[in-house]
């Protein structure tokens, strides 16, 4: 059965702090991805990845960046986290089959509050 | 670049009731999914359908990719399909990045 399972389903940090998401899939996919979802303003990508080590900006990457280092985990660092990036935050898989064109699966969300 | 939308916005329906949810998006893709966000926020995937007709039980999918549109159909409808439908789209290059509708947001009265 797919799975993309993330870190923590809710989590509260002070502004300042380092920040850190992770993002495990279990499938051997090579794309993954991570979005943000806010009121009003739907789903946003932030980066993806198609490869180990590889990593594209999405739509709204200023303030965060990116690590993949192994092919199943995908991590989203927010260097310095501020009350605007209070959000809930997705993370998403996919094969290259297809062209990658492929079913993009999507993890729980982790709720993040900056306080 | 691509655009999507969506419509309704919101529906309120009766238990028992059908429905049907359009896609419209803006140029050619390669890949259209629709999901249904739960109230916990997961987003589910319902189908992959970048043109053709695909059906899952009560559910429904049609693309017609060179209309450039979507229906999603939901028949008998159920408290449980309450929630947000959202339609996404994406280009082959890409790299498979999910272009997102704003998602219609289904309410099903028992």
């Known amino acids: 059965d797919v799975k993309v399972t993330q870190s923590s389903r809710y989590l509260v940090k002070r502004t300042g702090e380092k920040v850190f998401l992770e993002c495990v899939q279990d499938m051997d996919h090579e794309n993954m991805f991570w979005y943000r979802q806010d009121p009003g303003l739907g789903l946003r990508l932030i980066y993806f990845s198609y490869d180990v080590k590889m990593k594209e900006k999405g739509d709204i990457p200023e303030g965060y960046s990116v690590s993949r280092e192994k092919k199943e985990r995908f991590s989203l660092i927010l260097e310095s986290a501020s009350t605007n990036q209070t959000s809930m935050y997705l993370c998403a898989s996919s094969s290259v089959r297809r062209g990658g064109r492929d079913t993009q699966y999507f993890g729980p969300g982790t709720r993040l509050t900056v306080l | 670049g691509i655009q999507v939308e969506q419509s309704p916005p919101d529906l309120i329906l009766q238990e028992g009731a059908n429905s049907t949810l359009r896609c419209n998006f803006s140029?050619?893709?390669?890949?259209l999914q629709w999901f249904h966000q739960n109230p916990w926020g997961q987003l589910i995937n319902l189908f992959y359908i970048p043109s053709g007709t695909k059906q899952n039980g009560r559910l429904s999918a049609t693309t017609v990719a060179t209309e450039r549109y979507s229906l999603l159909y939901i028949s008998s409808s159920q408290t449980t399909d309450s929630g947000v439908y959202f339609c996404a789209v994406a280009y082959y290059n890409q790299g498979g990045k999910l272009i997102f509708g704003q998602g219609t947001e289904l309410s099903v009265k028992p």
């Open positions: 140029d050619s893709v390669n890949n």
